[in-house]
């Protein structure tokens, strides 16, 4: 995926840009797909990130750019139309497969994924993670949640509280 | 993508140990908490009553009256049975933030229940009422179950 020199074709179907990682690994994809960013989209429009110049992202590593921009380029042509109003039912459904197995990985990478869709505006990305977060939480107790979350265990003073409140909503854990 | 097999990540249940993000926050594991925040709206009602145990951030973010709004914004408004307190002789209908909307005594709430359980209680939006019993009422009403919306 380095890119030492990008098309720069203005006009292309497939003008292509490149983004740099924090650990300044090249990646050069096409200009739709990295517009799923709507940081990077404005620097896209202004003609930034082709040729040798590239688009610096230093808060993004590359194992997780290169995460993201998976994502960007299975979503770009959807995108493309619109939000995909006119996407056939099998396309959403490979969306949706894609989506899900997508997700189905380690909680870091979850959350690096989650940071980075946040920085760079990637509201589809966001949602997604967001939601596989939430659903690894939903059914949970108050200390398995903290265990995944791999908060402190708590000191007997947040225990005590913790009790305190699973007695009062006891109809909540039923 | 031939880079990504590149950073091994830690263990998820270990204790947060700071990050390339800077160090973990006390109350919110790794991730910062305008993210967690947006994580917890996707959260339906009931769970999130529970997870208010978790930690006292939680608790005062899940309360506030601006995420209560915007909870009810995406899930509809939700409202829940409960036997708070320990107070026999009431069931108490409680919306998302934990405020008591109505206390009914506990006959009354039997008969309504009885009679209505399928129906009631409506919300404004026709969307998403949802009543949980407590224990005890369940255990009086048979047949009575916590009804809500899977999602």
Known sequence: MAAPESGDGNNGAARMVTLISSDNTRFEVEAAAASLSQTLQLTILDGGGGGGDGIPLPNVDSATLSKVLEYCIKHAPAAANGGAPNATAVDRAELERFDNEFVNIDQSVLYSLIMAAHNLEIEGLQSLVAKKVADMIKGKSPMEIRRTLGFPDPTPEEQAEMNAHMLEYGWAYE | ?151
């Open chain 2, 1 to 151: 993508m031939s880079q990504m097999e590149k950073a091994a990540p830690p263990n998820p249940c270990s204790a947060p140990t700071g990050s390339r993000f800077g160090p973990p926050l006390s109350d919110g594991g790794e991730l910062p908490f305008d993210l967690m925040l947006d994580v917890l709206l996707r959260v339906p009602g009931k769970d999130l009553c529970r997870l208010r145990a978790v930690c006292r951030r939680w608790r005062a973010a899940t309360t506030d009256s601006v995420f209560v709004r915007e909870h009810a914004a995406r899930h509809g408004v939700q409202i829940f049975l409960a036997n708070l307190r320990n107070d026999d002789a009431h069931v108490h209908v409680v919306d998302i933030s934990g405020a008591v909307v109505k206390r009914i005594n506990v006959s009354a709430a039997h008969r309504l229940l009885s009679a209505r359980a399928s129906t009631w209680p409506a919300s404004p939006t026709g969307r998403t009422a949802v009543a949980c019993s407590t224990r005890r009422l369940v255990r009086s009403c048979p047949g009575l179950r916590c009804r809500g919306r899977e999602e």
